[in-house]
């Protein structure tokens, strides 16, 4: 499998250039962030503490590009990457993850499975990470990867994951990422569905001094469902670009996606989606939100709802709202004894925690929760 | 032949018609094909312009070579237009006449088949009427002009008014803004320069009518508008040509002063033939509790670019975009909104409905901009577009920009089409699925028509009628 994407991708990778200004796929992004032609590839993982494992699901741990702990009969490693492709202003970066990863998850689940992979990210350089994930035969899987630092060095990962439902299958995802405030996430995430698939893919941010993410979710099966979810919670000097796309390809689809960042300090997010529906995909269903709470005078929020819709009779919607807790809301809570703070707080986590129920899965929902809750005790 | 179908053609005929035909070419001053220094310098010459103005032109030109096809976002349809084969001023002089009588007699013969003297009898304060590159008539009622009221061309202002004229000139719209600001800045021949004196509220509306007559050609009107505090004024502009088998560029600069208090409503029904390039740019400057609203209606041309905006730069100033567009078989109308808040507590709101017919593609595009250190400023944002066939097209890309937590902007966006169920229910009391299907659509877009005055809305609803025809069955 080796040669089959490493050689003709690094000559691609040479061929391309570095995203620009002018892109319309980095309007308002930190262009210069993604150039990455100054790095090294990391060295050696260190070991660390692990966090609690979740019951009941199958944990494997990766030190920088290292399989360390954990294994599993439906995952198999891989030496290198198996080539996303960047439809949303990447290229260059995605032909960066083909040719150099060295280390790919390739999980194939034709029944039930649960799997927590853990990234432990240390020292300074890029890493590379990737992951396929199959789900056939009316399986019903649900992964859990959460991207910790285990030091201060700022590090870089690219990472990519290619979700590929088959009929009848269901995935339910949940990314969290904890980096330290010095380094850098760029993560391609894309879904096929099949007929009557269900994929649930929801990420937490709260880490990392900057996140350039591309959602990319092809709904090629007619009945099935897509739920893309995320919940933001930058600061001064971080921000987050993402970037998503719902392709509808069939008949009687179904997608939704919901985002919702909460802005502190001098944070920046910028949202870009589009709901893209083929000729011919007649009776799709499509919303798009996104939300963002702003908690200081200073943060900046760009969003860019966006709609191409090639065929009648859909329905399809988005909508996008910006503003902060409003005056009623605080002066309710404080009306029953709670201080203007600690109601801005708890109004502040109802708002993401709206996103998170929408897993519908207890453990997924704690976990995420908890994510959230660390960032809060820090950011107010 | 069934009565019906007699209608239809009937009717097919009378669109046609409204505006579909032309005269033979009189003209006695044509700049030929192609765009160079000459052109300019000839264009400069006959119109017998001060030496700033020239230097403007040749100024724009340099821009414009410089600046790139925006195909990095917009169709790549722009890149049919030929410079090339485009005559870029053709008149018969640049002074218009104040009088109908005046006016020659085939230019006189079109204006009264589109029925222009006939509504300035009616309900209009001032009319100008521009005919390829020159306005052939112009003129504003003698009570207006007594309390201070300007109307006049755009070349007349900058000569006879250059102290109101000039300071704002380009300041809404800098030459460079983008290629087709600054081509227009280059080649800018006709449009409209109207001064409100301060508490003067116009009562009737002001109109302008663009009427293109000859083939390969250009038109590059430029209109300035400038409301002193405290007055109001509404401005209408209408424009047809002749359906000829090349493209026919229409570019225009349209810049918008409101002082503190003022009030400016500007109203486009574009109903070019479909052979025509629509690149406008449109801009209104707000000052302290101003209020700039632009109400938009395309229903013609080939490709529609054309986002007007409305910059708040007084506390409390208010900007308005109210868009209807639709898009039949062989269109795109790529049409929008730009709001730039740049004072505190200033509000605007977009309300565009876009309707794409056949294969019509409609396209929103709009910008909300909030920078840092304001407050208070909001913004509301709607579009909604209706799908009639399978093979009809629309895109909707907004980009909303928030700085601080003192600001509240709402985006919403939605897409639909004509419920089975309705229709059905229409033709159960006897409409045929054309009638029902008309009756639909000027029920979507209903609210927004009664923004427009009276005159218009019953023109803009047989409009619609018209091209709703032949849509269903």
Known sequence: MSATFASPALKEFDTLNWPVRTEENWRFGSWKEANLSSLKPIGEGQPAPLPEPLDGFTRLVIQNNTLVSGECPAVSVVDQSFGPISRLGSPKLAALHAAQSKMGLDVRCREDLSLEVIYLISGEGLCLPGMVIEAENGAKVRVVQRFLSTDDAPATVVTATDIRIGAQSQVTCLVTQELNPQSKLIRFADSTLQESAKSKLAVVHTGAKWVREETYSTVDGSEASSEILSVTLPTTGQEYDQRTLQHHGARNTHSDLLFKNTLFGKARTIFSGLIFVDEGAHGTDAYQTCRNLMMTDQGEAHSMPGLEINADDVKCSHGSTTARVSDEEIFYLMARG??????????????????????????????ALEVVDRKFAIAD | MSSETATVQQVALEKDDVGNFFYPEKHRYDAGYGLTEKTIDYISKVKDEPAWVNEFRHKALKIFRSKPMPTNWATKDLDNIDFDAIRYYLSDGATPKRS????????????????????????????????????????????????????????????????IFRPWFGKVIPTGDNKFSALNSAVMSGGSFIYIPPGVKVKHPLQAYFRINSENFGQFERTLIIADEGSEVMYMEGCTAPKFETATLHSAVVELVAMKGAKIQYITVQNWSSNVFNLVTKRGLAH????????????????????????????????????????????????????????NHTTSNVISKSISVGEGRSTYRGQVHIPKHLKGCKNNTECDALLINTNSRTDTYPAISVHGN????QHEASVSQVSEEMLFYLQQRGLSETQAMSLAVNGFI????????????????????????????
């Open chain 2, 446 to 473: 209903n609210d927004l028509v009664q923004e427009f005055p009276m005159e218009y809305s019953v023109e803009l609803k047989r409009l619609i009628d018209l091209e709703m025809e032949g849509s269903v069955g």
């Open chain 2, 406 to 409: 003192q600001h509240v902007t």
């Open chain 2, 100 to 163: 109908w009588d005046d006016v020659p007699p085939e230019v006189l013969e079109t204006f009264d088949r589109l029925g222009v003297p006939e509504q300035e009898r009616a309900f209009l304060a001032g009319v100008e009427a521009q005919y390829d590159s020159e306005a052939a008539y112009s003129n504003v009622k003698e009570a207006l002009a007594k309390e201070g009221v300007i109307f006049v061309t755009c070349s007349e202002g900058l000569k006879e008014h250059e102290e």
């Open chain 2, 288 to 343: 302290e509790d101003a209020e700039i609203r632009w109400i938009d209606c395309n229903i013609g041309s080939r490709l529609t670019m054309k986002y007007p905006g409305v910059v708040m730069k007084g506390e409390r100033a208010r900007g308005e975009v109210i868009s209807i567009a639709l898009a039949n078989d062989g269109q795109h109308q790529d049409t929008g909104a730009k709001m730039i808040h740049a004072a």
């Open chain 1, 338 to 367: 709670i201080s203007p703070r600690n109601a801005r707080s708890l109004v502040a986590r109802g708002f993401s925690v709206e996103v998170i129920e929408r897993l519908e899965d207890d453990q997924l929902e704690a976990l």
